[in-house]
């Protein structure tokens, strides 16, 4: 019998976090894909099996919060967890006023974001 785990997408031009952040993932017991772009993840054909979505904010092309708007544009309900290099006061207020689920500033600890995915899935990341 095979178990599928919840699916956890990254979004980030970062081309390190996307090698590094899929794998801790996996140690946290999810199943995760990389991507690129906000675009590329809009065509990938993922965005329906995406549980959640750690999303970088400030990309070339669409940023995090367009796509945030895209995804509700199109009523995808994908929880998100920002995550950000720019230390700015205002960024974590604002993004999550709009909805996401929390925001990370790089460099984050496992343990944050491991709490960040508690609070964007609820039950789902309870059970270990």
Aim: glycine share 6%; charged share 20%.
């Amino acid at each position: 019998m095979t178990t599928t785990l919840p699916l956890v997408s990254v979004v980030d031009d970062d081309e390190s976090v996307r090698e590094s952040l899929p794998d801790l993932l996996r140690a946290f017991g999810f199943s995760a894909m990389a991507f690129s772009s906000a675009e590329e993840f809009l065509a990938s054909g993922s965005v329906a099996q995406t549980r959640c979505l750690v999303l970088d904010v400030a990309m070339p092309g669409m940023t995090g919060p367009e796509l945030q708007s895209e995804l509700q544009r199109r009523g995808e309900s994908i929880p998100i967890v920002f995550i950000t290099a720019h230390k700015d006061d205002t960024v974590r207020p604002r993004l999550m006023g709009q909805g996401a689920a929390d925001c990370l500033f790089k460099p984050f600890s496992d343990t944050a974001l491991q709490e960040a995915l508690k609070a964007a899935l609820g039950p789902l990341t309870t059970a270990s």
